[in-house]
Each structure stands twice: as structure tokens, then as C-alpha cells.
């Protein structure tokens, strides 16, 4: 099956990288930014950090692709989700999927576009920065342990596509496929609703705000809400 990723950011960038220098192959980026685009192009997808790398990938922008994808890993923020699932389903093959990579509850927003049988899902547990157009530091350990990874189809079922998307992603990680991948999805949301907030907010670390007691109780209610939320909602 022939895949892309769309998007060239920090956690993109990473996967492109680390792709070519396990398999050799030719990896496509298709991005909308020409400064990320020529950046690729000139320099290579660069790595730093807790990983050194620099390995040539092809980017393209969306505006210039004549291929059809079987598979399209979406690495975009979700603003503006509604616009770009429009446009880059149109590089998908007839029954061509996208495996969402972003953070939130995304599937449903995509599956309203292209079908529930055609939205895949993936929750990345580790970490990036994006420095500049075409590099990325590597914040997480650069061992299959910590770059892991956990997918799911939207629709719940097992299918090739499922299976492909996962081979890919092993060459990078330790991949878990989950029957229950929305009740993973909000785990993920918990953590990033409860740390990424405060983080934020406080100009701190996760550590620093677990540690600090005024800033722990309000993760704590936000933890909360979360759970009671989900079970309202029938999530496991």
C-alpha cells in the first residue's frame, strides 16, 4: 500500500526521519507551508535532541500532488480539521484511509467527512518540538519503549488497513492495537486536558505541577471531570 503523512511538525518530522533510516525507502510529507516544504527538500528531515538524524524525504506541497495514498497519516493541528480532511481526501485512494495522529477526539469530525469505515486512529506517547522548518528535537528517549504508539479503527473492526498502519508505525515504536481505542482516546485527552493545561498555563513542566500542591489539586478536578464526563458518556 502506498502512504503519506501530512504534516511537517514536530512530531512529524520525527516519524519521517526515523521511517527512511529503518526501511531506505522513499517517505513522502505533503505539507502546505513552502518554507517547510523547501526546508525538506534542501536539508532533509533533521532530528536533534535525545536523536541525532538527518535523512532525505520527499515533501510536497498539497497543492501539487498527483498521487493516490492508500493510507495518509494526518499530523496537523485539528484547527481547521473540517477544511483539510476535505482537501486530502482527495489524494485517497477509492477506499484509501486516514489514521489521525493529532491530539483530542478527532475520529468522529473525520469520519463525518470521509465515513466511519474509513477513519483510523493513533495516539502517539512520546514527545517533539519543532525548532524550524524541517527540524524537530526529540524530547522522549529514542528506544521502541518510549517511542510507542496505540491504534484503532473508528469503526472498531480489524482490517488491512488497521494491519498496515500498524507494520508502519512498528518500525518506529512498540504499536498496541486497541478493540477500545476511544476509551484510549480519553485517556490521552485526560492527561492532555489535566497536565498540558496547567503546564501552560503555569510556564511549567509536568513535573513541576504535579509537585506543587495548589497546582495538583486543580489537575486533580480536571482529572475528574474527564471521568465523569466519559462515564456519562458510555466510555470505557
Not at 513522502?28 to 536539508?43: E, G, L, Q
Not at 517511542?147 to 504499536?175: M, P
Not at 492495537?177 to 482516546?185: E, H, K, S, T
Not at 490521552?188 to 503546564?199: D, E, H, P, T, Y
Request: contains cysteine; neutral net charge; aromatic residues 6%.
Amino acid at each position: 500500500m502506498r502512504f503519506a503523512v501530512y504534516g511537517a511538525g514536530s512530531l512529524g518530522i520525527v516519524l519521517l526521519a526515523k521511517l527512511r533510516k529503518e526501511t531506505g525507502d522513499e517517505i513522502t510529507v505533503i505539507d502546505r507551508n513552502p518554507k517547510s516544504v523547501n526546508a525538506i527538500n534542501t536539508n532533509g528531515a533533521i532530528v536533534v535532541g535525545k536523536l541525532q538524524l538527518k535523512e532525505k524525504v520527499t515533501a510536497i506541497l498539497d497543492t501539487e500532488v498527483t498521487l493516490k495514498y492508500d493510507i495518509i497519516f494526518l499530523m496537523t493541528k485539528q484547527l481547521g480539521n473540517t477544511e483539510t480532511v476535505k482537501k486530502i481526501s482527495k489524494f485517497l485512494s477509492d477506499d484509501g484511509v486516514i489514521c489521525t495522529m493529532q491530539n483530542g477526539l478527532p475520529e468522529q469530525g473525520i469520519s463525518e467527512i470521509i465515513g466511519v469505515d474509513r477513519t483510523y486512529g493513533c495516539t502517539v506517547n512520546w514527545g517533539a518540538t519543532r525548532l524550524e522548518p524541517g527540524v524537530s528535537e526529540l524530547t522522549s528517549e529514542p528506544n521502541r519503549e518510549s517511542l510507542t504508539f496505540c491504534v484503532g479503527s473508528y469503526s472498531g473492526k480489524r482490517t488491512k488497513y488497521l494491519e498496515e498502519i500498524s507494520r508502519i508505525l512498528n518500525i518506529v515504536g512498540d504499536v498496541t492495537v486497541d478493540d477500545n481505542f476511544i476509551g484510549m482516546r480519553w485517556s490521552k485527552l485526560l492527561i492532555n486536558s489535566a497536565f498540558s493545561g496547567m503546564s501552560c498555563v503555569c510556564g511549567s513542566t509536568f513535573g513541576e505541577i504535579a509537585d506543587n500542591e495548589k497546582s495538583r489539586h486543580v489537575i486533580q478536578r480536571i482529572v475528574k471531570e474527564c471521568i465523569n464526563v466519559a462515564k456519562a458518556a458510555n466510555i470505557k
